[in-house]
């Protein structure tokens, strides 16, 4: 009993090791052969093949271009994709507390939009945050198969709506939400985010 424990130890160790860590052969008790850790079937995602080289991966050149990951140059204004992107940022510097009524009945929050634009213009809108709901609410019905890549909005809260950390944290979460919004090609040239900005 006591001899097969080390054994089965090891083999433990050795199936919950990553892949690519090498495993030093381990020797039992009794000084039998050492025991040494499987050939891994697991091969480097194309796109880790030039920060991590494994020897018992071969990867041609051919699955590289097809499969990686690349970075790309956006300034080049000669592709087609790149002139879909025309925002260079975007941020909610802050707010105004719209009064309803002198009781504060039906009082409501405009958020104040600045754009910067990759020509290096500006422009400047001021939105509610139903505005905001009703956005993300269009582009998911235009791009339905994109909802990874619109982060939730921020969320609503009756009692807290105008208290300063609420206000702040939702400044953020909009500001955030606008930028992923804008700066992918695939929703900065979307007739949905041109009503949204222009209307």
């Not at 880790?48 to 790309?72: C, D, K, M, P, Y």
Request: include cysteine.
């Amino acid at each position: 009993m006591n001899r097969a424990a080390p054994a089965k130890h090891a083999a433990n160790h050795i199936c919950t090791t990553p892949p690519e860590t090498e495993i030093e052969p381990q020797h039992n008790h009794n000084n039998a052969s050492p025991i040494t850790s499987p050939t891994s079937p697991v091969t480097s995602p194309p796109y880790w093949v030039h920060a991590h080289s494994r020897n018992f991966s071969n990867i041609s050149v051919e699955s590289i271009s097809s499969g990686a990951i690349t970075l790309q140059d956006n300034t080049d204004e000669h592709d087609v994709k790149n002139k879909a992107c025309w925002a260079k940022g975007v941020y909610i510097e802050d707010f105004v507390v719209v009064n309803g009524s002198r009781t504060g009945i039906g009082a409501f929050v405009v958020w104040n939009v600045t754009v910067e634009t990759l020509r290096g213009g500006t422009m400047r809108v001021r939105k509610r945050y139903s505005e905001f709901d009703d956005l993300r609410s269009r582009l998911l019905q235009t791009f339905p198969l994109s909802e990874a890549a619109m982060p939730p909005l921020p969320p609503k809260s009756v009692i807290s709506k105008f208290r300063p950390k609420f206000l702040e944290q939702r400044r953020v979460g909009l500001s955030y939400f606008l930028n992923c919004i804008l700066l992918n090609p695939e929703f900065s040239c979307s007739p949905v985010l041109k009503d949204f900005l222009f209307c």
